[in-house]
């Protein structure tokens, strides 16, 4: 997903997670990018619906063990599946958009701008079948 300057959707697509509670090396997470507030997630779900590109939410949090666990594989695949947009949002930065998410780690799979996967939990053979799946 790329930037527009001057309109905010820059400041929504920033990549890494320096905006989340999730600390990791900043070369090992390049391409994802982090929702760090309500606005920035809803820009970048728009954004998603609009260009239609494929791409994976990780729907997470910072005191969640498991969440961190999967969050190295997550950040290391998105090198791998250079086609899929990969996002991270944390369901206490982004409460109101992440109000239906029930379980964590909950990862969203999308394709021409509408959510056609789902998969709760962890597990990084099954995480990586289902990114070869969807790209």
Request: charged residues 25%; hydrophobic residues 30%; contains cysteine.
């Amino acid at each position: 997903m790329g930037t527009e300057t001057g309109n905010g959707k820059e400041e929504a697509m920033k990549n890494g997670l320096d905006v989340t509670g999730m600390p990791l090396p900043s070369s090992s997470h390049s391409s994802v990018h982090s929702a760090g507030s309500d606005p920035q997630l809803k820009q970048m779900l728009d954004c998603l619906k609009s260009t239609k590109c494929p791409a994976v939410i990780n729907y997470g949090a910072s005191w969640c063990g498991v969440c961190s666990q999967i969050l190295r594989p997550f950040c290391r695949f998105s090198t791998e599946f250079k086609n899929l947009t990969f996002i991270y949002a944390d369901i206490d930065e982004c409460p109101e958009t992440t109000q239906n998410i029930r379980y964590t780690p909950t990862f969203h799979f999308y394709r021409d701008g509408e959510r056609v996967d789902e998969m709760l939990g962890t597990g990084e053979e099954r995480l990586h079948d289902r990114l070869w799946l969807h790209s």
